[in-house]
């Protein structure tokens, strides 16, 4: 399909989907059968501003793979896909 593959993303998405479901799976053994646990609310200034840091972050990240300044490196700094 035409696809690049900056940086190995598609093996770290594979094996990050792999783990994450297996330790769904884990925690929800352990917790058979126990009752829920009521957890606080979370402080959404430090969701939205952890969010924008991994995006900037995440951005420059995949645009220095590329190695390169060149229309090819273009939707991958604009998230066009």
């Known amino acids: ?8 993303g598609t093996a770290v998405h594979i094996t ?3 783990t994450s479901a297996v330790f769904a799976l ?6 058979r059968g126990k009752p829920r646990l009521h957890t ?3 402080n ?6 952890g969010t924008a840091l991994l995006s ?3 951005l420059g990240f995949n645009g220095g ?8 490196c273009v939707p ?6």
């Open 56 to 58: 900037f972050g995440w």
């Open 40 to 42: 606080e609310a979370q």
């Open 76 to 81: 991958v700094l604009l998230w066009v896909y």
């Open 44 to 49: 959404v200034i430090h969701i939205v501003l």
């Open 26 to 31: 884990f925690c929800r053994y352990l917790c």
């Open 16 to 18: 990050a989907g792999t």
């Open 1 to 8: 399909m035409g696809a690049l593959d900056f940086a190995g």
């Open 65 to 72: 793979s590329t190695l390169a300044v060149n229309i090819r």
